[in-house]
């Protein structure tokens, strides 16, 4: 196998950081390591297998040589210096919203549209993180049985958020137990009017509204489910909720099946031998996902799968996912993988 000369931009942030963590984990085939990030964070060192690293400016000439990039700094920064890095012969996996919607570049979740690769035009896009644990476990179903309608609701964690958001979670929470008083100042998104509580709470927003009504975190689901599964004939709706949690977001998903008929069990089967899918189900021993214990875990975790009520095609689950490893950082390296494993790295 080769060795590839490799750049993280982002490098010093959360998902920055779990990007290297599974590049190491995965013992990916690196000839050279570039870590890059903004002006402010250039100057870092940080430790990767046993050897340190001198953070970089990302700059457009600090893709010279680099045959991969792996980016997460925010979509304005992979508008500017993706192009760029492509034009200096690297492939770009971008883990931002920047050219998500882009019909020329590739939206990619192995398990689900790995194929979906061979037609990159040098910039391949990662999904958003609540995207991806539900196409994961929803794509074996919607190959068996056809896939009609997705109504999901999101329970997600405040490291989707940033690592201040954390933070400010943790002061809040102090300071509610101490009884002190407090002005929340990020969440539910930095740049918007009000900014509400999240310890103890749940806030129904994540990203700004929208002109009908759908925040752009819930349009994000519903437009990239429909990408991802070439189904633009899919009818999705979206919830998305931010809760005091830290790392794994949870989702409760309602699907109808174009086939009626599908039992529990036959489902559960299929989930369980589906690639990157972990089947917890068992609600007589009270086995079911937790966020807590998704952590850290590269796996989607699917259970609570139950026949809905009043249709015959029609079934309710609960998803959960570490939101910064398959949510972004190892989905990003798995696409690497898959660029090796398909022969598309030069």
């Known amino acids: 196998m080769s060795n590839y000369h490799v750049a993280v931009v982002g490098a010093t942030g959360a998902v920055g950081q779990q990007m290297l963590k599974t590049l190491e984990e995965r ?14 964070s ?9 050897k340190e690293y001198t953070v970089e400016e990302a700059t457009p000439e600090a893709f010279e040589g680099v045959q991969i990039a792996l980016f997460s700094a925010g979509g304005s920064v992979s508008k500017a210096l993706a192009p760029e890095a492509v034009k200096r012969g690297a492939i770009v996996v971008d883990n931002t919203s920047a050219f998500r919607m882009d019909s020329n570049v590739p939206l990619v979740v192995p398990e689900v549209n790995e194929e979906a690769l061979k037609n990159h035009n040098g910039i391949i896009a990662n999904p958003n993180c609540s995207t991806i644990q539900m196409v994961v476990a929803l794509e074996p179903i919607r190959e068996k049985y056809g896939l009609k309608k997705v109504v999901v609701s999101t329970y997600q964690a405040v490291s989707g958020a940033g690592l201040e958001a954390i933070e400010e979670m943790k002061q809040q929470t102090k300071d509610i137990l101490e009884g002190k008083e407090f002005t929340p ?44 599964m070439e189904m633009a004939e899919l009818e999705v ?19 109808e099946t174009e086939k009626g008929g599908a039992t529990v069990a036959e489902l ?6 589906a690639p990157g899918v972990t089947l917890q189900d068992d609600p007589a021993n009270q086995v079911y996902p937790l966020a807590s214990e998704c952590v850290g875990k590269n796996d989607v975790f699917v259970g609570r799968i139950r026949h809905d009520l009043d249709r015959d095609n029609g079934y309710h689950m609960w998803i959960v996912s570490d939101n910064l490893l398959k949510g972004a950082a190892w989905n990003s390296v798995q696409i690497a993988e898959s660029l090796v494993k398909l022969n598309l790295l030069s």
């Not at 250039?42 to 046993?50: D, E, H, N, T």
């Not at 559960?268 to 031998?273: C, F, G, N, P, W």
């Open 237 to 255: 709706a979206a919830t998305c909720v931010r809760l005091p949690v830290e790392t794994g977001h949870s989702e409760s998903v309602y699907i």
């Open 268 to 273: 559960k089967d299929l989930l369980a031998t």
């Open 42 to 50: 250039a100057g870092k060192v940080i430790s990767f297998k046993g």
């Open 185 to 228: 100042e990020i969440l539910p998104v930095g740049g918007d009017k009000k900014h509400y509580q999240i310890a103890f709470n749940a806030i129904p927003q994540i990203d700004l509204f929208q002109e009908n009504g759908y925040t752009y975190e819930e349009m994000k689901m519903i437009n990239e489910t429909k990408k991802i």
């Open 27 to 40: 013992d990916f085939p690196i000839a050279s390591l570039k870590l890059l990030s903004s002006k402010r």
